[in-house]
């Protein structure tokens, strides 16, 4: 029988201690065999989830009841733990899960997919008429509220420019208004809870385009030509209203489909023709305002192709007395209609006239003689 040294020298060494001690050896070959080859064969992607669960197992597995030696080497087991206490270690030893990276929210701008059972999307485009191409440039979108406010007024909701257009709004109705330069229209269109509403609006629109000119193929300096366009109120043609003025020639107005009335003025006095043009929707209408108009200089001199008298008042009179045009100087210039004129030259208290004629597209000077 082998002996242990002890403290106070030796004592033999029980069989049922040498049976405990190759159980114990025995058992620790065992886990550090199985534990090797765990670690083999885990892929190395799991690597460190499965060594997560083997820490946490080995701690339950420790609590579960070790085995301690007393004085005698004899191995006792401790208590086993209850199963709040097991659940408690497994809940402390268990590493906390990675936060996965939320979702991105179901209506953005950038999606373009209304979130589930709020936003509704509405897509718009626009046409001159039924049988005309989308427009895809020009367009002036705006979506208001379909009530007024504490302020009388619609609450712009919003906007957007090009050709069509997107929105994303709450669902419910709204006046949505369609501008295309000066033309445009207004139609009550109901948004669908996460749905999505394509609408066509029809502008009944079309395009005009005016020139002038003196005679056929003599066009006049755009610098001293001038437009303003009426809106007549109602089909009678009776009551109208100014829509633009100062239009430039060949100027490309968008309208909507309809008749105005056009006022040209060649210089700013009384050479003006007037007409009524009629848009018809989906195409453009040129037309050329003919003037039968001329320029004028007038001259206060003392002979006949001599110097002009500074500081002299002028006034141009029709043959009926009425008052066309006034100006202080010694060349003053008019562009005045076609007819005959009567003009006033006071010059040191003294007071000279004379009578003259325009003729359309003869520009000339006028002298007036300060006989004494």
């Given at each position: 029988?082998?002996?242990?040294?002890?403290?106070?020298?030796f004592r033999p060494l029980h069989t049922t201690t040498r049976w405990w001690l190759r159980i114990a050896i025995l058992a620790s070959f065992l886990v550090a065999t199985n534990g090797a080859a765990l670690a083999q064969q885990a892929p190395q992607g799991e690597a460190s989830q499965t060594g997560a669960s083997q820490a946490s197992t080995s701690q339950a597995d420790d609590l579960a009841g070790d085995a301690r030696a007393d004085a005698n080497g004899v191995p006792?087991?401790?208590?086993?733990?209850?199963?709040?206490?097991?659940a408690l270690a497994l809940r402390t030893e268990t590493p906390e899960p990675r936060a996965l990276l939320s979702y991105a929210p179901a209506s953005t701008p950038e999606t373009g997919t209304p979130a589930e059972g709020h936003e509704g999307t509405l897509y718009l485009v626009s046409k001159l008429d039924s049988n005309?191409?989308?427009?895809d440039r020009g367009m002036t979108w705006r979506v208001y509220s379909d009530k007024a406010g504490d302020d009388g007024k619609l609450k712009l909701i919003a906007s957007a420019t090009g050709g069509d257009a997107e929105f994303r709004l709450q669902p419910g109705a709204y006046l949505v208004h369609a501008g295309y330069g000066y033309a445009g229209a207004t139609s009550r269109i109901t948004v669908g809870s996460s749905r999505v509403s394509s609408e066509t609006v029809i502008l009944n629109a079309?395009?005009?385009?005016?020139?002038?000119?003196i005679e056929q193929g003599v066009p006049l300096p755009a610098d001293q030509v001038h437009f303003k366009l009426y809106a007549?109120?109602?089909e009678s043609l009776q009551g109208r209203k100014l829509l633009l003025k100062n239009v430039k020639p060949d100027t490309m107005l968008r309208l909507n489909a309809g008749t105005y009335h056009v006022v040209s003025t060649y210089g700013n006095l009384n050479a003006q023709v007037r007409a009524d043009i009629r848009v018809q929707p989906g195409k453009?209408?040129?037309?050329?305002?003919?003037?039968?108009?001329?320029?004028?200089?007038?001259?206060l001199v003392n002979e006949s192709g001599g110097?002009?008298?500074?500081?002299?008042?002028?006034?141009?009179?029709?043959?009926?007395?009425?008052?066309?045009?006034?100006?202080?100087?010694?060349?003053?210039?008019?562009?005045l209609a076609e007819g005959d004129y009567t003009v006033v030259a006071k010059h040191n208290d003294q007071i000279y006239n004379r009578e003259f004629s325009v003729e359309a597209g003869i520009n000339r000077e006028v002298e007036v003689l300060a006989l004494r």
């Open positions: 029988m082998r002996s242990v040294r002890s403290n106070g020298g006792i087991p401790t208590a086993k733990p209850t199963a709040d206490e097991r005309s191409e989308p427009i079309g395009g005009l385009m005016l020139h002038a000119e007549y109120e109602d453009l209408t040129e037309a050329t305002i003919y003037h039968k108009a001329a320029g004028v200089t007038l001259k110097e002009a008298l500074a500081n002299t008042a002028w006034s141009v009179l029709t043959p009926g007395g009425d008052v066309v045009a006034q100006s202080v100087g010694a060349f003053p210039s008019f562009i």
